[in-house]
């Protein structure tokens, strides 16, 4: 499993846009990119998940720049909900199932 | 609700007692997994079930852990003998399989304090 590194932690304020890069420069060929949330005392909840390029659903866009090596998720707009810890997740599931490995995290904190 | 529901929510225990946790994954996902999170840390994986048969199994899982998923529905993660470095969350999460990237989703997680 590619190993993956994020910041610690970010703060931000409320209503602007916020960047967090992880970086996973080992990855292979048949990883995909997913991006977990959770807040505290509940389960990770899925994000957004991509392979490469530009992904965007309704709650985030995800960008993968051409060499794979690492990856963007951004939050528009942030709000005080938005508080939690972010996990960049790097997995091959070609050969079925996913073990997947979690780091600590990014721990975003929204100001208001 | 239609997501992944886990019972109890809490658990207290004394050292030495064992305790029972209850998985029930979304109705269609095939595939099952136990985590277990300690605070400030990332889910670490314990185990992982394909309908009744589970497949892996983490050097964590030491044998006081049990886990089963009789007929392919719920599961049942069992610590016997709990030790207070059992203390942690427990999560489950259920994917299905046949879909290319088995995005897994996570229940609210049992949390265990072992006293």
């Known amino acids: 499993l590619a190993k993956t590194t994020q910041p610690i932690s970010m703060d931000s304020y409320e209503g602007q846009e916020v960047n967090i890069t992880c970086s996973h420069n080992?990855?292979?060929?048949?990883?995909?990119i997913t991006w977990y949330q959770q807040f505290p005392s509940q389960g990770p909840r899925f994000i957004i998940q991509g392979y490469k390029t530009k992904v965007t659903n309704e709650v985030a866009s995800l960008f993968i720049p051409a060499d794979r090596k690492s990856s963007t998720l951004s939050l528009p707009r942030v709000s005080l909900s938005d508080t939690a810890v972010y996990y960049c997740l790097v997995g091959d599931y070609s050969g079925g199932y996913q073990k997947v490995t979690f780091g600590t995290g990014t721990k975003l904190q929204v100001i208001p | 609700d239609t997501g992944v529901s886990q019972d109890p929510r809490h658990k207290i225990t004394k050292r030495g007692q064992n305790v029972t946790f209850r998985c029930d994954p979304i109705?269609?996902?095939?595939?099952l997994y136990w985590y277990r999170q300690t605070l400030g840390q990332g889910p670490e994986f314990l185990t992982y079930f394909q309908n009744e048969a589970q497949l892996e199994k983490s050097r964590l899982l030491s044998d006081r852990f049990s886990a089963e998923r009789p007929k392919g529905s719920f599961s049942t993660l069992e610590i016997q003998r709990t030790e207070q470095g059992d203390s942690a969350m427990y999560l489950c999460a259920s994917s299905l399989r046949g879909q290319r990237t088995d995005t897994q989703y996570f229940g609210p997680g049992t949390r265990l304090t072992v006293l």
């Open positions: 109705s269609e996902h095939n595939r």
């Open positions: 080992n990855i292979a060929t048949n990883d995909y």
